[in-house]
């Protein structure tokens, strides 16, 4: 099933998607008491009620008026409000419904997998972070759970304010993009945030997405052998002894007195509604969203997907296609591109997480008015879900006040732009040098590597000239390539003046 443009939203919702009966008006449950609708645009206000009942809905000044379809489905688009607030939102037919605290400012729909799911309760200096939430103006919206295998009406969820009480359960790298487009901005920010842990792409992706793609068919053709095989009898028995066994060498280990670090297995999924398969978090997280109008995307995802990164991007490009068809706007899509994990590198190039990182810089220039947050200095080792959300949420912040509101900032740390041989050096060229290049703490420039035609990449000296770095070897003669940061966690230092990170790069297409 696929989600509908706005213009077809009334008619088709109605028939292909998961209603719930006809009654009294009912809405979504996104519209609740303390949202944040979005300025400057209209704002559509969609819901049920019985077959040709009459609705109106007012919000601040703005009136609009319609009729249930033979389905039950209505929606109005109000006029465009300033931003501001507090307003009620009431909703009249046979019956009247309010939702109060509603404010009106910029709204961004927040997604991808625990990196985005973690919580400001599990970040860095969480009870300093508490404290300072007292900010009633900003206000997040988090959706429920809901894989489903056919596109949703409607999904469970609650806003709530920021505050000391509430600010812990809030998406960190949300939170902290959030709050600094309120700071700075001066309006009411709402986020809301669909995520899931441990989440690939493909499910965040709608069917009829990955049925038009050639490259993602294969993906439902996977979908639906696992679904024909599937006997709920026989994954249970599956299950039980291999928990069972799990069990066994946990107690084994224990008496022993050594560590024992296998996670304990999972329980079976029917493949069906799995949070896992293609399209079930579109359809249950995504698709009962739409059209709330929103500003932008903000997507913190990739680590399920990093083994294929040649296929997650057309993924990527694919789904903000998808997205942005759904809503009939080419809204505003910053991700983050993933940052240092794993062993510390060794060799000039160790590829890992280098790749997808790849896939992040193309599509910046692959897909129009995206943009990118890099975060390979705040990563950690040890640990996929690091705690530092504080800078990821600002950097996505920086490029949206850049690029979306046109704030004279930076947007990002230096992107490389091109390249030009001199001689046995190659010069490398970048944009978004901002005040001009740096090397992090006055340090030698490193986590260059240079190649000849042989491409057998060596350490590389790396020095800052003007708005360029020069790039060369004893070692290499007649190079032909430069690498920079590829490696899961690279040791990297090339920033700009306004304290932003370079991207990893090469100047190559080898594997």
Known sequence: MRAFPLPLAAAALA???????????????????????????????????????????????????????????WQVRLDALPAGGPHTLKVQGKNLLERTDVLVGEVWLCSGQSNMGMTVSGCLNFDAEAKASDLPKLRMYTVDRK??????????????????????????????????????????????????????????TSVKTHETVPELTPLLESLKKSIEGWDPAKAKARYEQQLADWKKKEAEAKAAGTPFK?????????????????????????????????????????????????????????????????????????????????????????????????????????????????????????????????????????????????????????????????????VCEFDFVGGGLVAKDGEKLKGFAIAGADKQFVWAEAKIVGQTVAVSSPDVKNPVAVRYAWASNPACNLYNQEGLPASPFRTDDGP
């Not at 300025?39 to 559509?44: K, L, R």
């Not at 009406?153 to 790298?173: E, H, I, L, N, R």
């Not at 059209?291 to 913190?300: D, L, S």
Request: net charge neutral; glycine share 12%; proline share 10%.
């Open 15 to 73: 028939g292909f998607l998961t209603v719930p009966a006809a009654a009294d008006v009912r809405l979504p449950a996104v519209f609740g008491d303390h949202m944040v609708v979005q300025q400057g645009t209209p704002v559509p206000v969609w819901g049920w009620a019985d077959p040709g009942e009459e609705i109106s809905v007012t919000l601040g000044e703005k009136t609009g008026k319609t009729t249930a379809d033979t389905a039950g489905k």
């Open 147 to 204: 894989p489903a295998a056919e596109p949703q009406a409607d999904v469970p969820g609650s806003w709530k304010v920021s505050g000391p009480q509430t600010v812990g359960s809030f998406s960190a790298t949300a939170y902290f993009f959030g709050r600094r487009l309120h700071q700075e901005l001066g309006v009411p920010v709402g986020l809301i945030n669909s995520s899931w842990g441990g989440t690939p792409i493909q499910a965040w």
């Open 262 to 426: 296998v996670r304990r297995p999972s329980p079976p999924l029917d493949p069906n509604i799995s949070q896992n398969s293609p399209g079930r978090l579109y359809n249950g997280m995504i698709a009962p969203l739409v059209p709330y109008a929103i500003k932008g995307a903000i997507w913190y995802q990739g680590e399920a997907n990093a083994g294929n990164a040649p296929l997650y991007a057309v993924q990527l490009k694919a789904m903000i296609g998808a997205w942005r068809s759904a809503w009939g706007s080419d809204f505003p899509f910053l991700f983050v591109q993933l940052p240092n994990f794993q062993k510390p590198q060794e060799k000039p190039v160790e590829g890992g997480w280098a790749d997808i990182r790849e896939v992040f810089l193309k599509t910046l220039t692959a897909v129009p008015n995206t943009g990118m947050a890099v975060t390979i200095d705040v990563g950690d080792a040890d640990d996929i879900h690091p705690k530092n959300k504080q800078a990821v949420g600002h950097r996505l912040a920086q490029w949206a006040l850049a690029k979306t509101y046109g704030k004279p900032l930076v947007a990002c740390g230096p992107l490389y732009k091109g390249m030009k041989k001199d001689g046995d050096t190659i």
